[in-house]
């Protein structure tokens, strides 16, 4: 059973920075046909696409709202991928959850897309 799990969430001033993880188990995994992604919730709210890597565009993806703060990175050889959040402002404030799913290893947006789903860690900022 495919199980993945975060961590790096906390509470941080305003300006600050975490690095969220994320760890898959459960199979082996062809990276290079899975879609590997970061999306937050805040209370009251959707749940909001952040970013994405694409293998086949070898490409990273961000939400306009996040570009020039965070930057996302992997190491398949953990199975794992990272978020880094630098310049935390309020409106970072969420839950966080990473996800992955057998797509082709395009770059995928939409939650729909994904197949598996982090518990989610919790990121508070405050000012």
């Known amino acids: 059973q495919v199980q993945l799990v975060e961590s790096g969430g906390g509470l941080v001033q305003a300006g600050g920075s975490l690095r969220l993880s994320c760890t898959a188990s459960?199979?082996?995994f062809d990276w290079s046909r899975h879609s590997m992604g970061w999306f937050r919730q805040a209370p009251g709210k959707?749940?909001?696409?952040?970013?994405?890597?694409?293998?086949?565009?070898?490409?990273?993806y961000y939400a306009d709202s996040v570009k020039g703060r965070f930057a996302f990175s992997r190491d398949t050889a953990k199975n794992s991928w990272y978020l880094e959040m630098n310049n935390l402002v309020a409106e970072d404030a969420a839950v966080y959850y990473c996800?992955?799913?057998?797509?082709?290893?395009?770059?995928?947006?939409?939650?729909?897309?994904?197949?598996?789903w982090g518990q989610g860690t919790q990121v508070t900022v405050s000012s």
């Open positions: 459960g199979r082996t």
């Open positions: 996800a992955t799913g057998r797509n082709g290893g395009r770059y995928a947006l939409q939650a729909s897309e994904y197949t598996y």
């Open positions: 959707d749940k909001e696409f952040v970013s994405a890597f694409s293998w086949v565009r070898d490409e990273v």
